[in-house]
T-cell receptor, first 119, second 116 residues
Framework: AQKVTQAQTEISVVEKEDVTLDCVYETRDTTYYLFWYKQPPSGELVFLIRRNSFDEQNEISGRYSWNFQKSTSSFNFTITASQVVDSAVYFC????????????????FGQGTILTVHP | DSGVTQTPKHLITATGQRVTLRCSPRSGDLSVYWYQQSLDQGLQFLIQYYNGEERAKGNILERFSAQQFPDLHSELNLSSLELGDSALYFC???????????????FGEGSRLTVL
């Protein structure tokens, strides 16, 4: 069975600090996708990144970066120089193949990490 | 704006009642997914439809049902409502499988259901 663990329930930082959100996953699939979503106080789920299981390159997008390590089944997310607007709940998610790989939309979400950035 | 539209945004009803949540996927997306977010269960996959056919089922209660219509919009029907059904219900859509963006889900803003 698929499982995603976000060990940090809540993180509190002061603006401009760097913060890393941890994500560890379990799956028996050889092909899968990993995701990070942001849920701001308004409630919608905002897509941040999708990573294919075959692509272990780290990615940087502005102040955001992701570290994917298949050997440790981890997909960690770092926010550099955090800002108050980064305050949100962040979810890591894992997709599984449906019907022999024809669909990957069934996501297993972690419990989420509540990030609070203080001014 | 993800392009996925959900109505209603908020709904308050009583136990035992039945409600219908509606979702319009992004233009061109054939797959629709329903997720439930509650305080005790977190975000859980309920069901997926692809071009009108049910594709995958998650932890969806028998009191809940869904369908996808020929115009690709989807409805989630919740009946015999209980207090524990209070949650945020998300709809998501994605492109056809096998395309470059397979697996990327776009979520609507959710329908918040409160059962009193």
């Amino acid at each position: 069975a698929q499982k995603v663990t976000q060990a940090q329930t809540e993180i509190s930082v002061v603006e401009k600090e760097d913060v890393t959100l941890d994500c560890v996953y379990e799956t028996r699939d050889t092909t899968y996708y990993l995701f990070w979503y942001k849920q701001p106080p308004s409630g919608e789920l905002v897509f941040l990144i999708r990573r294919n299981s075959f692509d272990e390159q780290n990615e940087i997008s502005g102040r955001y970066s992701w570290n994917f390590q298949k050997s440790t089944s981890s997909f960690n997310f770092t926010i550099t120089a955090s800002q108050v607007v980064d305050s949100a709940v962040y979810f890591c998610a894992l997709s599984e193949a449906i019907r022999g790989g024809t669909s990957y939309g069934k996501l297993t979400f972690g419990q989420g990490t509540i990030l609070t950035v203080h001014p | 704006d993800s392009g996925v539209t959900q109505t209603p945004k908020h709904l308050i009803t009583a136990t035992g009642q039945r409600v219908t949540l509606r979702c319009s996927p992004r233009s061109g997306d054939l797959s629709v997914y329903w997720y439930q977010q509650s305080l005790d269960q977190g975000l859980q996959f309920l069901i997926q439809y692809y071009n009108g056919e049910e594709r995958a089922k998650g932890n969806i209660l028998e009191r809940f049902s869904a369908q996808q219509f020929p115009d690709l919009h989807s409805e989630l029907n919740l009946s015999s409502l209980e207090l524990g059904d209070s949650a945020l219900y998300f709809c998501a859509s994605s492109v056809a499988p096998g395309t470059a963006n397979t697996g990327e889900l776009f979520f609507g803003e959710g329908s918040r259901l409160t059962v009193l």
